[in-house]
């Protein structure tokens, strides 16, 4: 019941990234359940989604009015590897502050719904150029971000306010009859994930190991409600000026139960200074940081 609500409520879009080398998850046997969903001009087996180490669809939400640092820190809503892996925000408590990293579960999707995917982003015309998507009348929405990686290409679609405009029979502000097309078609994709994922075998928490941490020095002036703790920082890596690191390997399995008991708004503590933090997990694939102060990349 947990994980139908949670899921229920994924924000939709999809980014591409590869590898499952990173990171670890129970057990468990794919089950047989498959995807709504037919083969548009062709089917399933006239694409290929990629190696077992390759991303197929990745959902995630970026922009609109969110906190600093809320696009570094959030993973994706839905992640699916090319084997039937999916990594999935779990369920999380009403607990405040809540806990500062997320509770990152996975389940196992069957080779036919793998394969059913695969057909559902050809149906949706979602595996050659992205169509316009336009830009409808409103503002501090957020976009979609759609990534869809077959055939050794990674196919990109974004679309800002895509559930604003949906059933929808008349005229939408800034948006033309064949922008609503293209847009039903990829929310109804992602849809079609969801479907998929309902049906899809649990396989147990999400253990992360890498994280990107991005870090500013905290304002001793500023009135914070409840006091956040203050967490001596456990590794040599530096927080000052930490646009963006990326934490792996020894480091990441001496960070992690540290990160696994903080909170959000909790503050680290490095040579006597205490930085704000926030801290992404990076899922398999991921490359870490690019640029100044900018989230971490795909691979």
Known sequence: MARTAALGALTLVLTSCASLGGGSAGGGEPSGDGLP???GDGSSADHAPGGPDDV???????????????????????????DGLAVVPGPTTLEYP????????TYRLSDEAVRAIVAAADDAGLLGAAPEYGMPAITDVGSTL??????G????????????ARGTDGDVAGLTEEHLAAREALAGFVDAVRAA???????????PDAYAVMARPADPAAEVDPAPAEIPWPL??????ADCVVVEGDDAAALGPV???????DRFVQDGVAHDVWVRVLLPGDAGCTGTGSAPAGG
Do not use: I, K
């Open 197 to 207: 994922l309902e049906s899809a075998e649990e396989a147990g928490p999400y253990a």
């Open 236 to 241: 040599a890596v530096p927080l000052a000026g």
């Open 259 to 265: 990160l696994a008991g903080a909170r959000q708004g």
């Open 37 to 39: 969903g037919g083969g």
């Open 56 to 82: 197929l669809v990745r959902v995630s939400h970026q922009g609109g009015f969110v906190p600093l640092g809320w696009d570094f820190s959030t993973v994706a809503d839905v992640t699916v590897y090319a």
């Open 98 to 105: 809540g806990r500062l990293l997320p509770n990152l579960q």
């Open 146 to 151: 759609v990534t869809v990686g077959v055939d």
């Open 153 to 164: 290409t990674s196919h990109a679609h974004d679309a800002y306010a895509l559930e604003v």
